[in-house]
């Protein structure tokens, strides 16, 4: 557990509205190892969002501890936060967000340019993430000129020029049609074979049964945590009987 990449302990997580408190997490506790592939499941709601902004350095908890890769994450200041994001996490949204009117590969290069990285250092590492993700013939395409699985690709390889511990993604089949989903899915597969450490965060019972590994959120708890075919299949009966 010591040498775990995310150490997570009774991690709570309330909200004051209206008066009123919300629990978004209550008590979320587990780990994940250097080169796992899990999946975050669960339904609106369910503190799966909440997750993975305090995972991502995003949020802080209201109590309970968060380590990521030995850094504990509790009671960091704002640019502490900001520096172990850039350095630790790659992250991959269901939209994108890629600079309009910049390449692939200069999408690519950014998060080198915040670090300071040389231009030459920046080219020849956005060259290789994009090669990694299979888009060496279209590095010097604008968004607008890439297909929805290709853009999500870009977002990929983007999260990995940086050489992060973690890859953090949020619905990343969410704006793509089934085939191209696939394709997505079956890169992460890749990624995953190669030693990447990925956490995908989703809602469907299909993604997670994908990963090796799925933790289903509930009201902001733990209620599953297990091989993911076997917790989405669980998952997925809930809501069938809900």
Known sequence: MDDALILVEDLCRYYEVGGETVRALDG???????????????????????????????????????????ADVQGLADDALADLRNKEIGFVFQTF????????????????????????????RAEAALAAVGLTNRMHHRPNELSGGQRQRVAIARALVGEPSLLLADEPTGNLDSST????????????????????VTHEPRLAARC????????????GDGPGAEVATLTAARVVHA
Not at 38 to 63: E, F
Not at 181 to 200: K, N, P, Q, Y
Not at 212 to 223: M, Q, S, Y
Request: proline fraction near 4%.
């Open 97 to 124: 967000q890629l600079l309009p009117r910049a390449t692939a590969l200069a999408n690519v290069e950014l998060p080198l340019v915040y670090r300071g990285v040389s231009r030459r250092e920046r080219r020849d």
């Open 28 to 70: 979320v506790s587990f780990a994940i190892e250097r080169g796992e592939w899990v999946a975050i499941v669960g339904q609106s709601g369910s503190g799966k969002s909440t997750l993975m902004n305090l995972i991502g350095c995003l949020d802080t908890p209201s109590s309970g501890s968060y380590r990521l890769n030995g």
């Open 181 to 200: 989903g696939e394709e997505i899915i079956r890169l992460f597969d890749d990624l995953h074979r190669r030693g990447h450490t990925i956490l995908l």
């Open 212 to 223: 090796p590994r799925a933790i289903r959120l509930t009201d902001g708890r733990v209620v």
